[in-house]
């Protein structure tokens, strides 16, 4: 800090440089595969439905932890001098949203998986006739974690560190409560979302009842379909996004396995919307419409008769000259 302009230089050192490299790399091409995902969500109408705003809502926010990493990157790397006063604000905020915008990925997945387990057992549109209780669900699972940040950093239970050529992080101050954070962070929710899938699907597989083989055979089907569905999609997401929240609390994100977390987390960010899109039918459906309608145009052209253009010249007149002296 300079006592004469009252502010700090904020710099990345070459070892955090060295960690941080890969991750901006991988952050553009997150960045391009989630702009090319909200093209088809803008463009298609089919893809823009209710049932779908919980994926929706983790998609925005593996946006804000993009946005948010670029933001400190460029911070960091324009080496300019930054007020104390506005340094430790930037730094407040670079710890707490990196573990919040995680932390509430977890219970946006958990309200998906309570919302489809309505669905399927009392085979009622959740979102149309309780639509007030998603929007509280909405709001308790954006404002809780955050006020609990707050709190943890107002009653003295979790540490700022505040490296001056590093990223900041927020770490709690003891064991016990690195325990709790780590129960309500992860435990509690990924626990509960896993324990609603499982009952859907055995709802789903429960056929006592059903005396049509055919509606046992379209059930059996939808419940393939959903196995594979969710087993992709909570594989890639528990091995990619599960090391950083189980890391957080213990290690700094400089740390080697800090930096490793930290590099599959933002993998995962890449990886969510085709992941997403690969299985569901409805994005399938409409990247297969353009397609269709190339093919069709395609054909159509080939299929157009060309017109024969008959020239006259002099061969025609050698024709009319030999006709006559017939």
């Given at each position: 800090?300079?006592?004469?302009?009252?502010?700090?230089?904020v710099i990345w050192s070459q070892q955090a440089t060295k960690i941080v490299k890969p991750i901006f790399y991988i952050c553009i091409l997150a960045t391009i595969i989630h702009l090319l995902f909200w093209i088809q969500f803008i463009i298609y109408p089919?893809?823009?439905?209710?049932?779908?705003?919980?994926?929706?809502?983790?998609?925005?926010?593996?946006?804000?932890?993009?946005?948010?990493?670029?933001?400190?990157?460029?911070?960091?790397?324009?080496?300019?001098?930054?007020?104390?006063?506005?340094?430790?604000?930037?730094?407040?905020?670079?710890?707490?949203?990196?573990?919040?915008?995680?932390?509430?990925?977890?219970?946006?997945?958990?309200?998906?998986?309570?919302?489809?387990?309505?669905?399927?057992?009392?085979?009622?549109?959740?979102?149309?006739?309780?639509?007030?209780?998603?929007?509280?669900?909405?709001?308790?699972?954006?404002?809780?974690?955050?006020?609990?940040?707050?709190?943890?950093?107002?009653?003295?239970?979790?540490?700022?560190?505040?490296?001056?050529?590093?990223?900041?992080?927020?770490?709690?101050?003891?064991?016990?409560?690195?325990?709790?954070?780590?129960?309500?962070?992860?435990?509690?929710?990924?626990?509960?979302?896993?324990?609603?899938?499982?009952?859907?699907?055995?709802?789903?597989?429960?056929?006592?009842?059903?005396?049509?083989?055919?509606?046992?055979?379209?059930?059996?089907?939808?419940?393939?379909?959903?196995?594979?569905?969710?087993?992709?999609?909570?594989?890639?997401?528990?091995?990619?996004?599960?090391?950083?929240?189980?890391?957080?609390?213990?290690?700094?994100?400089?740390?080697?396995?800090?930096?490793?977390?930290?590099?599959?987390?933002?993998?995962?960010?890449?990886?969510?919307?085709?992941?997403?899109?690969?299985?569901?039918?409805?994005?399938?459906?409409?990247?297969?419409?353009?397609?269709?309608?190339?093919?069709?145009?395609?054909?159509?052209?080939?299929?157009?008769?060309?017109?024969?253009?008959?020239?006259?010249?002099?061969?025609?007149?050698?024709?009319?000259?030999?006709?006559?002296?017939?």
């Amino acid at each position: 800090m300079n006592n004469k302009t009252d502010c700090e230089i904020v710099i990345w050192s070459q070892q955090a440089t060295k960690i941080v490299k890969p991750i901006f790399y991988i952050c553009i091409l997150a960045t391009i595969i989630h702009l090319l995902f909200w093209i088809q969500f803008i463009i298609y109408p089919t893809v823009r439905q209710r049932s779908m705003q919980w994926l929706y809502a983790y998609l925005v926010t593996d946006l804000l932890l993009l946005t948010r990493f670029f933001v400190f990157y460029a911070y960091r790397w324009w080496s300019m001098c930054v007020p104390y006063f506005l340094r430790t604000i930037m730094c407040y905020c670079e710890a707490i949203f990196d573990n919040y915008l995680n932390l509430i990925q977890s219970y946006i997945l958990l309200a998906l998986n309570i919302c489809r387990y309505l669905q399927i057992v009392y085979n009622h549109n959740v979102y149309a006739l309780n639509h007030r209780c998603i929007i509280i669900a909405h709001i308790l699972i954006y404002f809780l974690p955050l006020i609990s940040h707050i709190i943890l950093i107002k009653g003295g239970w979790s540490n700022l560190d505040d490296p001056k050529d590093d990223a900041c992080d927020l770490l709690p101050t003891s064991l016990s409560i690195r325990l709790v954070f780590l129960l309500f962070s992860y435990v509690i929710p990924v626990t509960l979302a896993l324990i609603f899938l499982l009952l859907s699907l055995s709802h789903i597989h429960n056929t006592d009842g059903i005396q049509t083989q055919q509606i046992v055979d379209a059930r059996l089907k939808y419940h393939r379909q959903l196995i594979i569905q969710s087993s992709v999609f909570y594989s890639v997401w528990l091995i990619l996004w599960s090391p950083h929240l189980l890391v957080f609390p213990f290690y700094h994100k400089s740390t080697t396995i800090g930096s490793i977390a930290q590099i599959l987390n933002y993998i995962n960010i890449t990886v969510d919307p085709i992941v997403i899109a690969a299985l569901d039918i409805r994005f399938l459906h409409s990247w297969t419409w353009p397609g269709n309608f190339i093919d069709r145009r395609t054909r159509r052209q080939r299929s157009v008769p060309v017109p024969v253009i008959m020239l006259s010249g002099p061969s025609d007149e050698i024709i009319e000259h030999s006709s006559n002296s017939m």
